[in-house]
């Protein structure tokens, strides 16, 4: 018998014919033979790529009623222009591709052939790889003097780690039970906004918002524009004055050569008065004679009575203006011996009013000296004013700017003020009954990463219940943060207004057993 030596075959994977369809691009072919290892195959060629390149390739095997599409990248090795074949050698196939290919090879080859979902559960279902060569190094075969260094690394290891976690345990218990956290807390300070001393112009400002300032010092620089035009109206209301002033005079000056024409005539009114009076008084006797004659012929008869009636009428009659005429007289008199404020009587009214005109007089001049005066202090009033600082504070806010106009009363800087500030703590009714007046708190500052102390100063529960609009109070939600407690640092420089702070308060208990401890406690 000849024996008959062959090559051996340098495949790697089993080679199998079964039907397989490839897709490369928007070509598909059909496999000649494939493998774990790559596929051939052929057919018409639109394009034939070149040795060496790289495709990625759409395999799609169909098994009992089933398509399965793998996905691979492929490159090609073999070349055969004359029989259209191509050559190509899997580079990059995925491992659930490659489980799945080797079982379907390794049941070809056998000829067993199982349902094709179990096939997929099991590839798809992830097992612990299971070492099958012998420990190299055995237990038994290890010197007998050396440490288990892994198990003192790892024993060491679990011990860190377990005081670790229950270092944080207790102290997450002991903060729970011992310690009130509250986020809602925040640096404050008192606030006062500067108003304008008077209308005017703003001519300077000599800080801006954000600095610091000390009392007394310079904040703005105001010009008085009212100043101007209050001394423009006094000095016209002053002219004014002086022009009626002046025409006053003249008339008073007037009037009293018209009172020396009216004295004059008042001297003849009762000359002539005089004259006349003399006149009824002889009228009056002839009168009464008249009268005594009609009376004695009555009396014999010789005339009727109605011309004693008659007589008699005359008589009263004379006598009538007889006693006008003398009250008329003195009339006149009295207002001869009246000197200036003489008047004359027109018959239906007085002429003359000197009395009533320098009493103007009098009052003009009274006023001509006030308006002088307000000129005078307005002239030497300065006309810029400046704005200082009432404490030491944070300048927070500028309502102004250079050359602004403003009014009196306006608003014009916002200042806060320094070395006053305290912490304002916002809890809800049930935290708020777990804090104490006087008792310390521990203040952590997040912006500027550090601790404080802080002894808390003021506890208002009723705080938020107040309305602003009506300033009464009303109910709040127990789980709202209607309560307000102010701290303040034992001697920590506090940060600036509006910085935000976490605030640990000293836990006091408020439920049955706490508060039956402390009476137990404190009784004995």
């Known amino acids: 018998m000849e024996i008959i030596h062959e090559r051996p075959s340098q495949r790697l994977h089993y080679r199998v014919t079964a039907p397989m369809r490839v897709a490369m691009g ?37 098994f009992q009623g ?8 492929a490159e090609v090795v073999r070349l055969d222009v004359e029989k259209g074949e191509v050559a190509f050698s899997f580079v990059q196939l995925g491992e659930r591709e490659t489980a799945l290919m080797q079982h379907f090879v390794e049941d070809l080859v056998r000829g067993k052939m199982t349902d094709v979902a ?41 011990l860190l780690l377990g005081a670790a976690v229950f270092g944080y345990v207790g102290v997450y218990v002991f903060a729970t039970l011992f310690r009130l956290e509250v986020e809602t807390a925040v640096v404050s300070a008192e606030r006062s ?32 524009t009212d100043r101007e035009d209050a001394l423009r109206r006094a000095r016209a209301e002053l002219a004014s004055t002086r022009a009626e002033l002046a025409e006053r005079q003249t008339l008073v000056e007037e009037e009293k050569r018209r009172a020396e024409g009216y004295a004059l005539v008042a001297k003849n009114n009762v000359r002539q008065a005089e004259s006349q009076l003399e006149g009824l008084e ?45 009250i008329h007289i003195q009339e006149l008199k009295q207002l001869i011996d009246g000197g200036d404020s003489i008047r004359l009587f027109t018959g239906n009214a007085f002429a003359g009013r000197l009395a009533e005109m320098e009493a ?40 102004i700017t250079e050359g602004n106009a403003i009014k009196q009363g306006a608003p014009m800087l916002v200042l806060e003020e320094t070395g006053a500030e305290e912490i304002k703590a916002f809890l809800t009714q049930e935290e708020v009954l ?24 003021e ?14 109070h009303r109910f709040r939600s127990p789980d709202g943060r209607s309560a307000l407690v102010k701290l303040r640092p034992v001697a920590e420089e506090m940060p600036s207004s509006g910085t935000p702070v976490t605030v640990y308060f000293e836990r006091h208990r408020n439920n049955l057993v706490f508060r039956t401890l402390q009476q137990l406690t404190g009784g004995v």
Not at 204 to 213: E, N, S
Not at 437 to 454: C, D, I, K
Request: one cysteine or more; proline letters at 5%; glycine letters at 6%.
């Open 26 to 62: 928007e070509q598909s072919f059909d496999a000649v033979d494939w493998g774990l290892g790559g596929c051939r195959i052929s057919g018409v060629f639109r394009d034939l790529p070149e040795v060496g390149a790289c495709q990625k390739l759409l395999c799609t095997l169909p």
């Open 66 to 73: 089933f398509n399965i599409t793998l996905q691979a990248e």
């Open 118 to 158: 179990d096939t997929i559960v099991r590839i798809d279902t992830p097992v612990t790889p299971v070492p099958t060569k012998p420990d190299p190094n055995p237990t038994e075969a290890m010197p007998v003097r050396r440490w288990p260094i892994k198990q003192i690394v790892m024993t060491l290891f679990y």
């Open 193 to 224: 906004t500067l108003t304008a001393p008077f209308a005017g112009r703003v001519s300077k400002l000599t800080q801006r918002a954000g600095g610091l300032v000390t009392a007394g010092s310079l904040l703005a620089i105001m010009e008085n």
């Open 282 to 326: 002889l009228a009056k006797e002839n009168a009464r004679l008249k009268l005594e004659r009609v009376r004695v012929l009555a009396d014999k008869g010789l005339i009727l009575a109605d011309e004693v009636e008659t007589a008699e009428l005359s008589l009263k009659s004379v006598v009538s203006d007889l006693a006008r005429k003398q």
């Open 360 to 399: 103007r007089v009098a009052r003009l001049k009274t006023e001509q000296d006030h308006q002088q005066q307000l000129v005078e202090e307005l002239a030497a009033k300065e006309t810029e004013q400046s704005v200082h600082a009432p404490t030491d504070g944070r300048l927070v806010s500028l309502q």
């Open 434 to 457: 777990q804090v104490r007046r006087g008792s310390m708190a521990s203040l952590f500052v997040p912006t500027e990463n550090r601790w404080m102390s802080a002894e808390v100063t």
């Open 459 to 472: 506890i208002d529960r009723t705080a938020g219940f107040v309305d602003e609009v009506t300033e009464t």
